[in-house]
Antibody
Framework: QVQLQESGPGLVKPSQTLSLTCTVS??????????GSWIRQHPGKGLEWIGN???????FYNPSLKSRVTISVDTSKNQFSLKLTSVTAADTAMYYC????????????????WGQGTLVTVSS | EIVMTQSPATLSVSPGERATLFCRAS??????LAWYQQKAGQPPRLLIS???TRATGIPARFSGSGSETEFTLTISSLQSEDFAVYYC??????????FGHGTQVEIK
């Protein structure tokens, strides 16, 4: 059974960089060939896709956040990570990592496994 | 960016009744549409992909239909555990993949 777990600071100061890691268990990030995504949810609001990464390092980012986002993968640790720079209070949200199903003849970019989420608050 | 619009925002339903939720895309997404259920304090859970294919372990009372721009999620007989927020997501045109704002299904 695939499981994802987010980790990282719950409090980040304005203008600093938010850094989170998603650890995947029950399956390798390199086997099967799937994309790992970061998705956030502002308090009481809907879901916003931030970006994703393939085990090879290919990334896609939400254009609205692209200038501030970097997603990377560490296959040796079975992890992928998010960095969001120059944060403001508007970046306060629950951050989820999620997996899209393995790519076969094509990739399907819905999300079949999710982490429990980690709440990040931006405040001084 | 494809905008996903869900209606209604809130749906009040009695246990045992049928619930019908709607999702409209601002342009065609074919059948590249997923539905998720989110309960308070939990991450979203995949219900439906490909507009109509139930995910593993999802009860048969959940069904999805539609294509192009108009989609429906039907819960045939609401159980107590079904009261939650439901989101649709398109994965046809990217980036970004986009979600609707959700429909809250509450007890009438």
């Amino acid at each position: 059974q695939v499981q994802l777990q987010e980790s990282g600071p719950g409090l980040v100061k304005p203008s600093q960089t938010l850094s989170l890691t998603c650890t995947v268990s029950g399956g390798s990030v390199t086997s099967g060939g799937y994309y790992g995504s970061w998705i956030r949810q502002h308090p009481g609001k809907g879901l916003e896709w931030i970006g994703n990464i393939y085990y090879s390092g290919t990334t896609f980012y939400n254009p609205s956040l692209k200038s501030r986002v970097t997603i990377s993968v560490d296959t040796s640790k079975n992890q992928f990570s998010l960095k969001l720079t120059s944060v403001t209070a508007a970046d306060t949200a629950m951050y989820y990592c999620a997996r899209s199903p393995p790519c076969t003849t094509a990739c399907q970019y819905y999300f079949d496994y999710w982490g429990q989420g980690t709440l990040v608050t931006v405040s001084s | 960016e494809i905008v996903m619009t869900q209606s209604p925002a809130t749906l009040s339903v009695s246990p045992g009744e049928r619930a019908t939720l709607f999702c409209r895309a601002s342009q065609s997404v074919g059948s590249n549409l997923a539905w998720y259920q989110q309960k308070a304090g939990q991450p979203p859970r995949l219900l439906i992909s490909g507009a109509s294919t139930r995910a593993t372990g999802i009860p048969a009372r959940f069904s999805g239909s539609g294509s192009e721009t108009e989609f429906t999620l039907t819960i045939s007989s609401l159980q107590s555990e079904d009261f939650a927020v439901y989101y649709c997501q398109q994965y046809y045109d990217w980036p970004p993949w986009t979600f609707g704002h959700g429909t809250q299904v509450e007890i009438k």
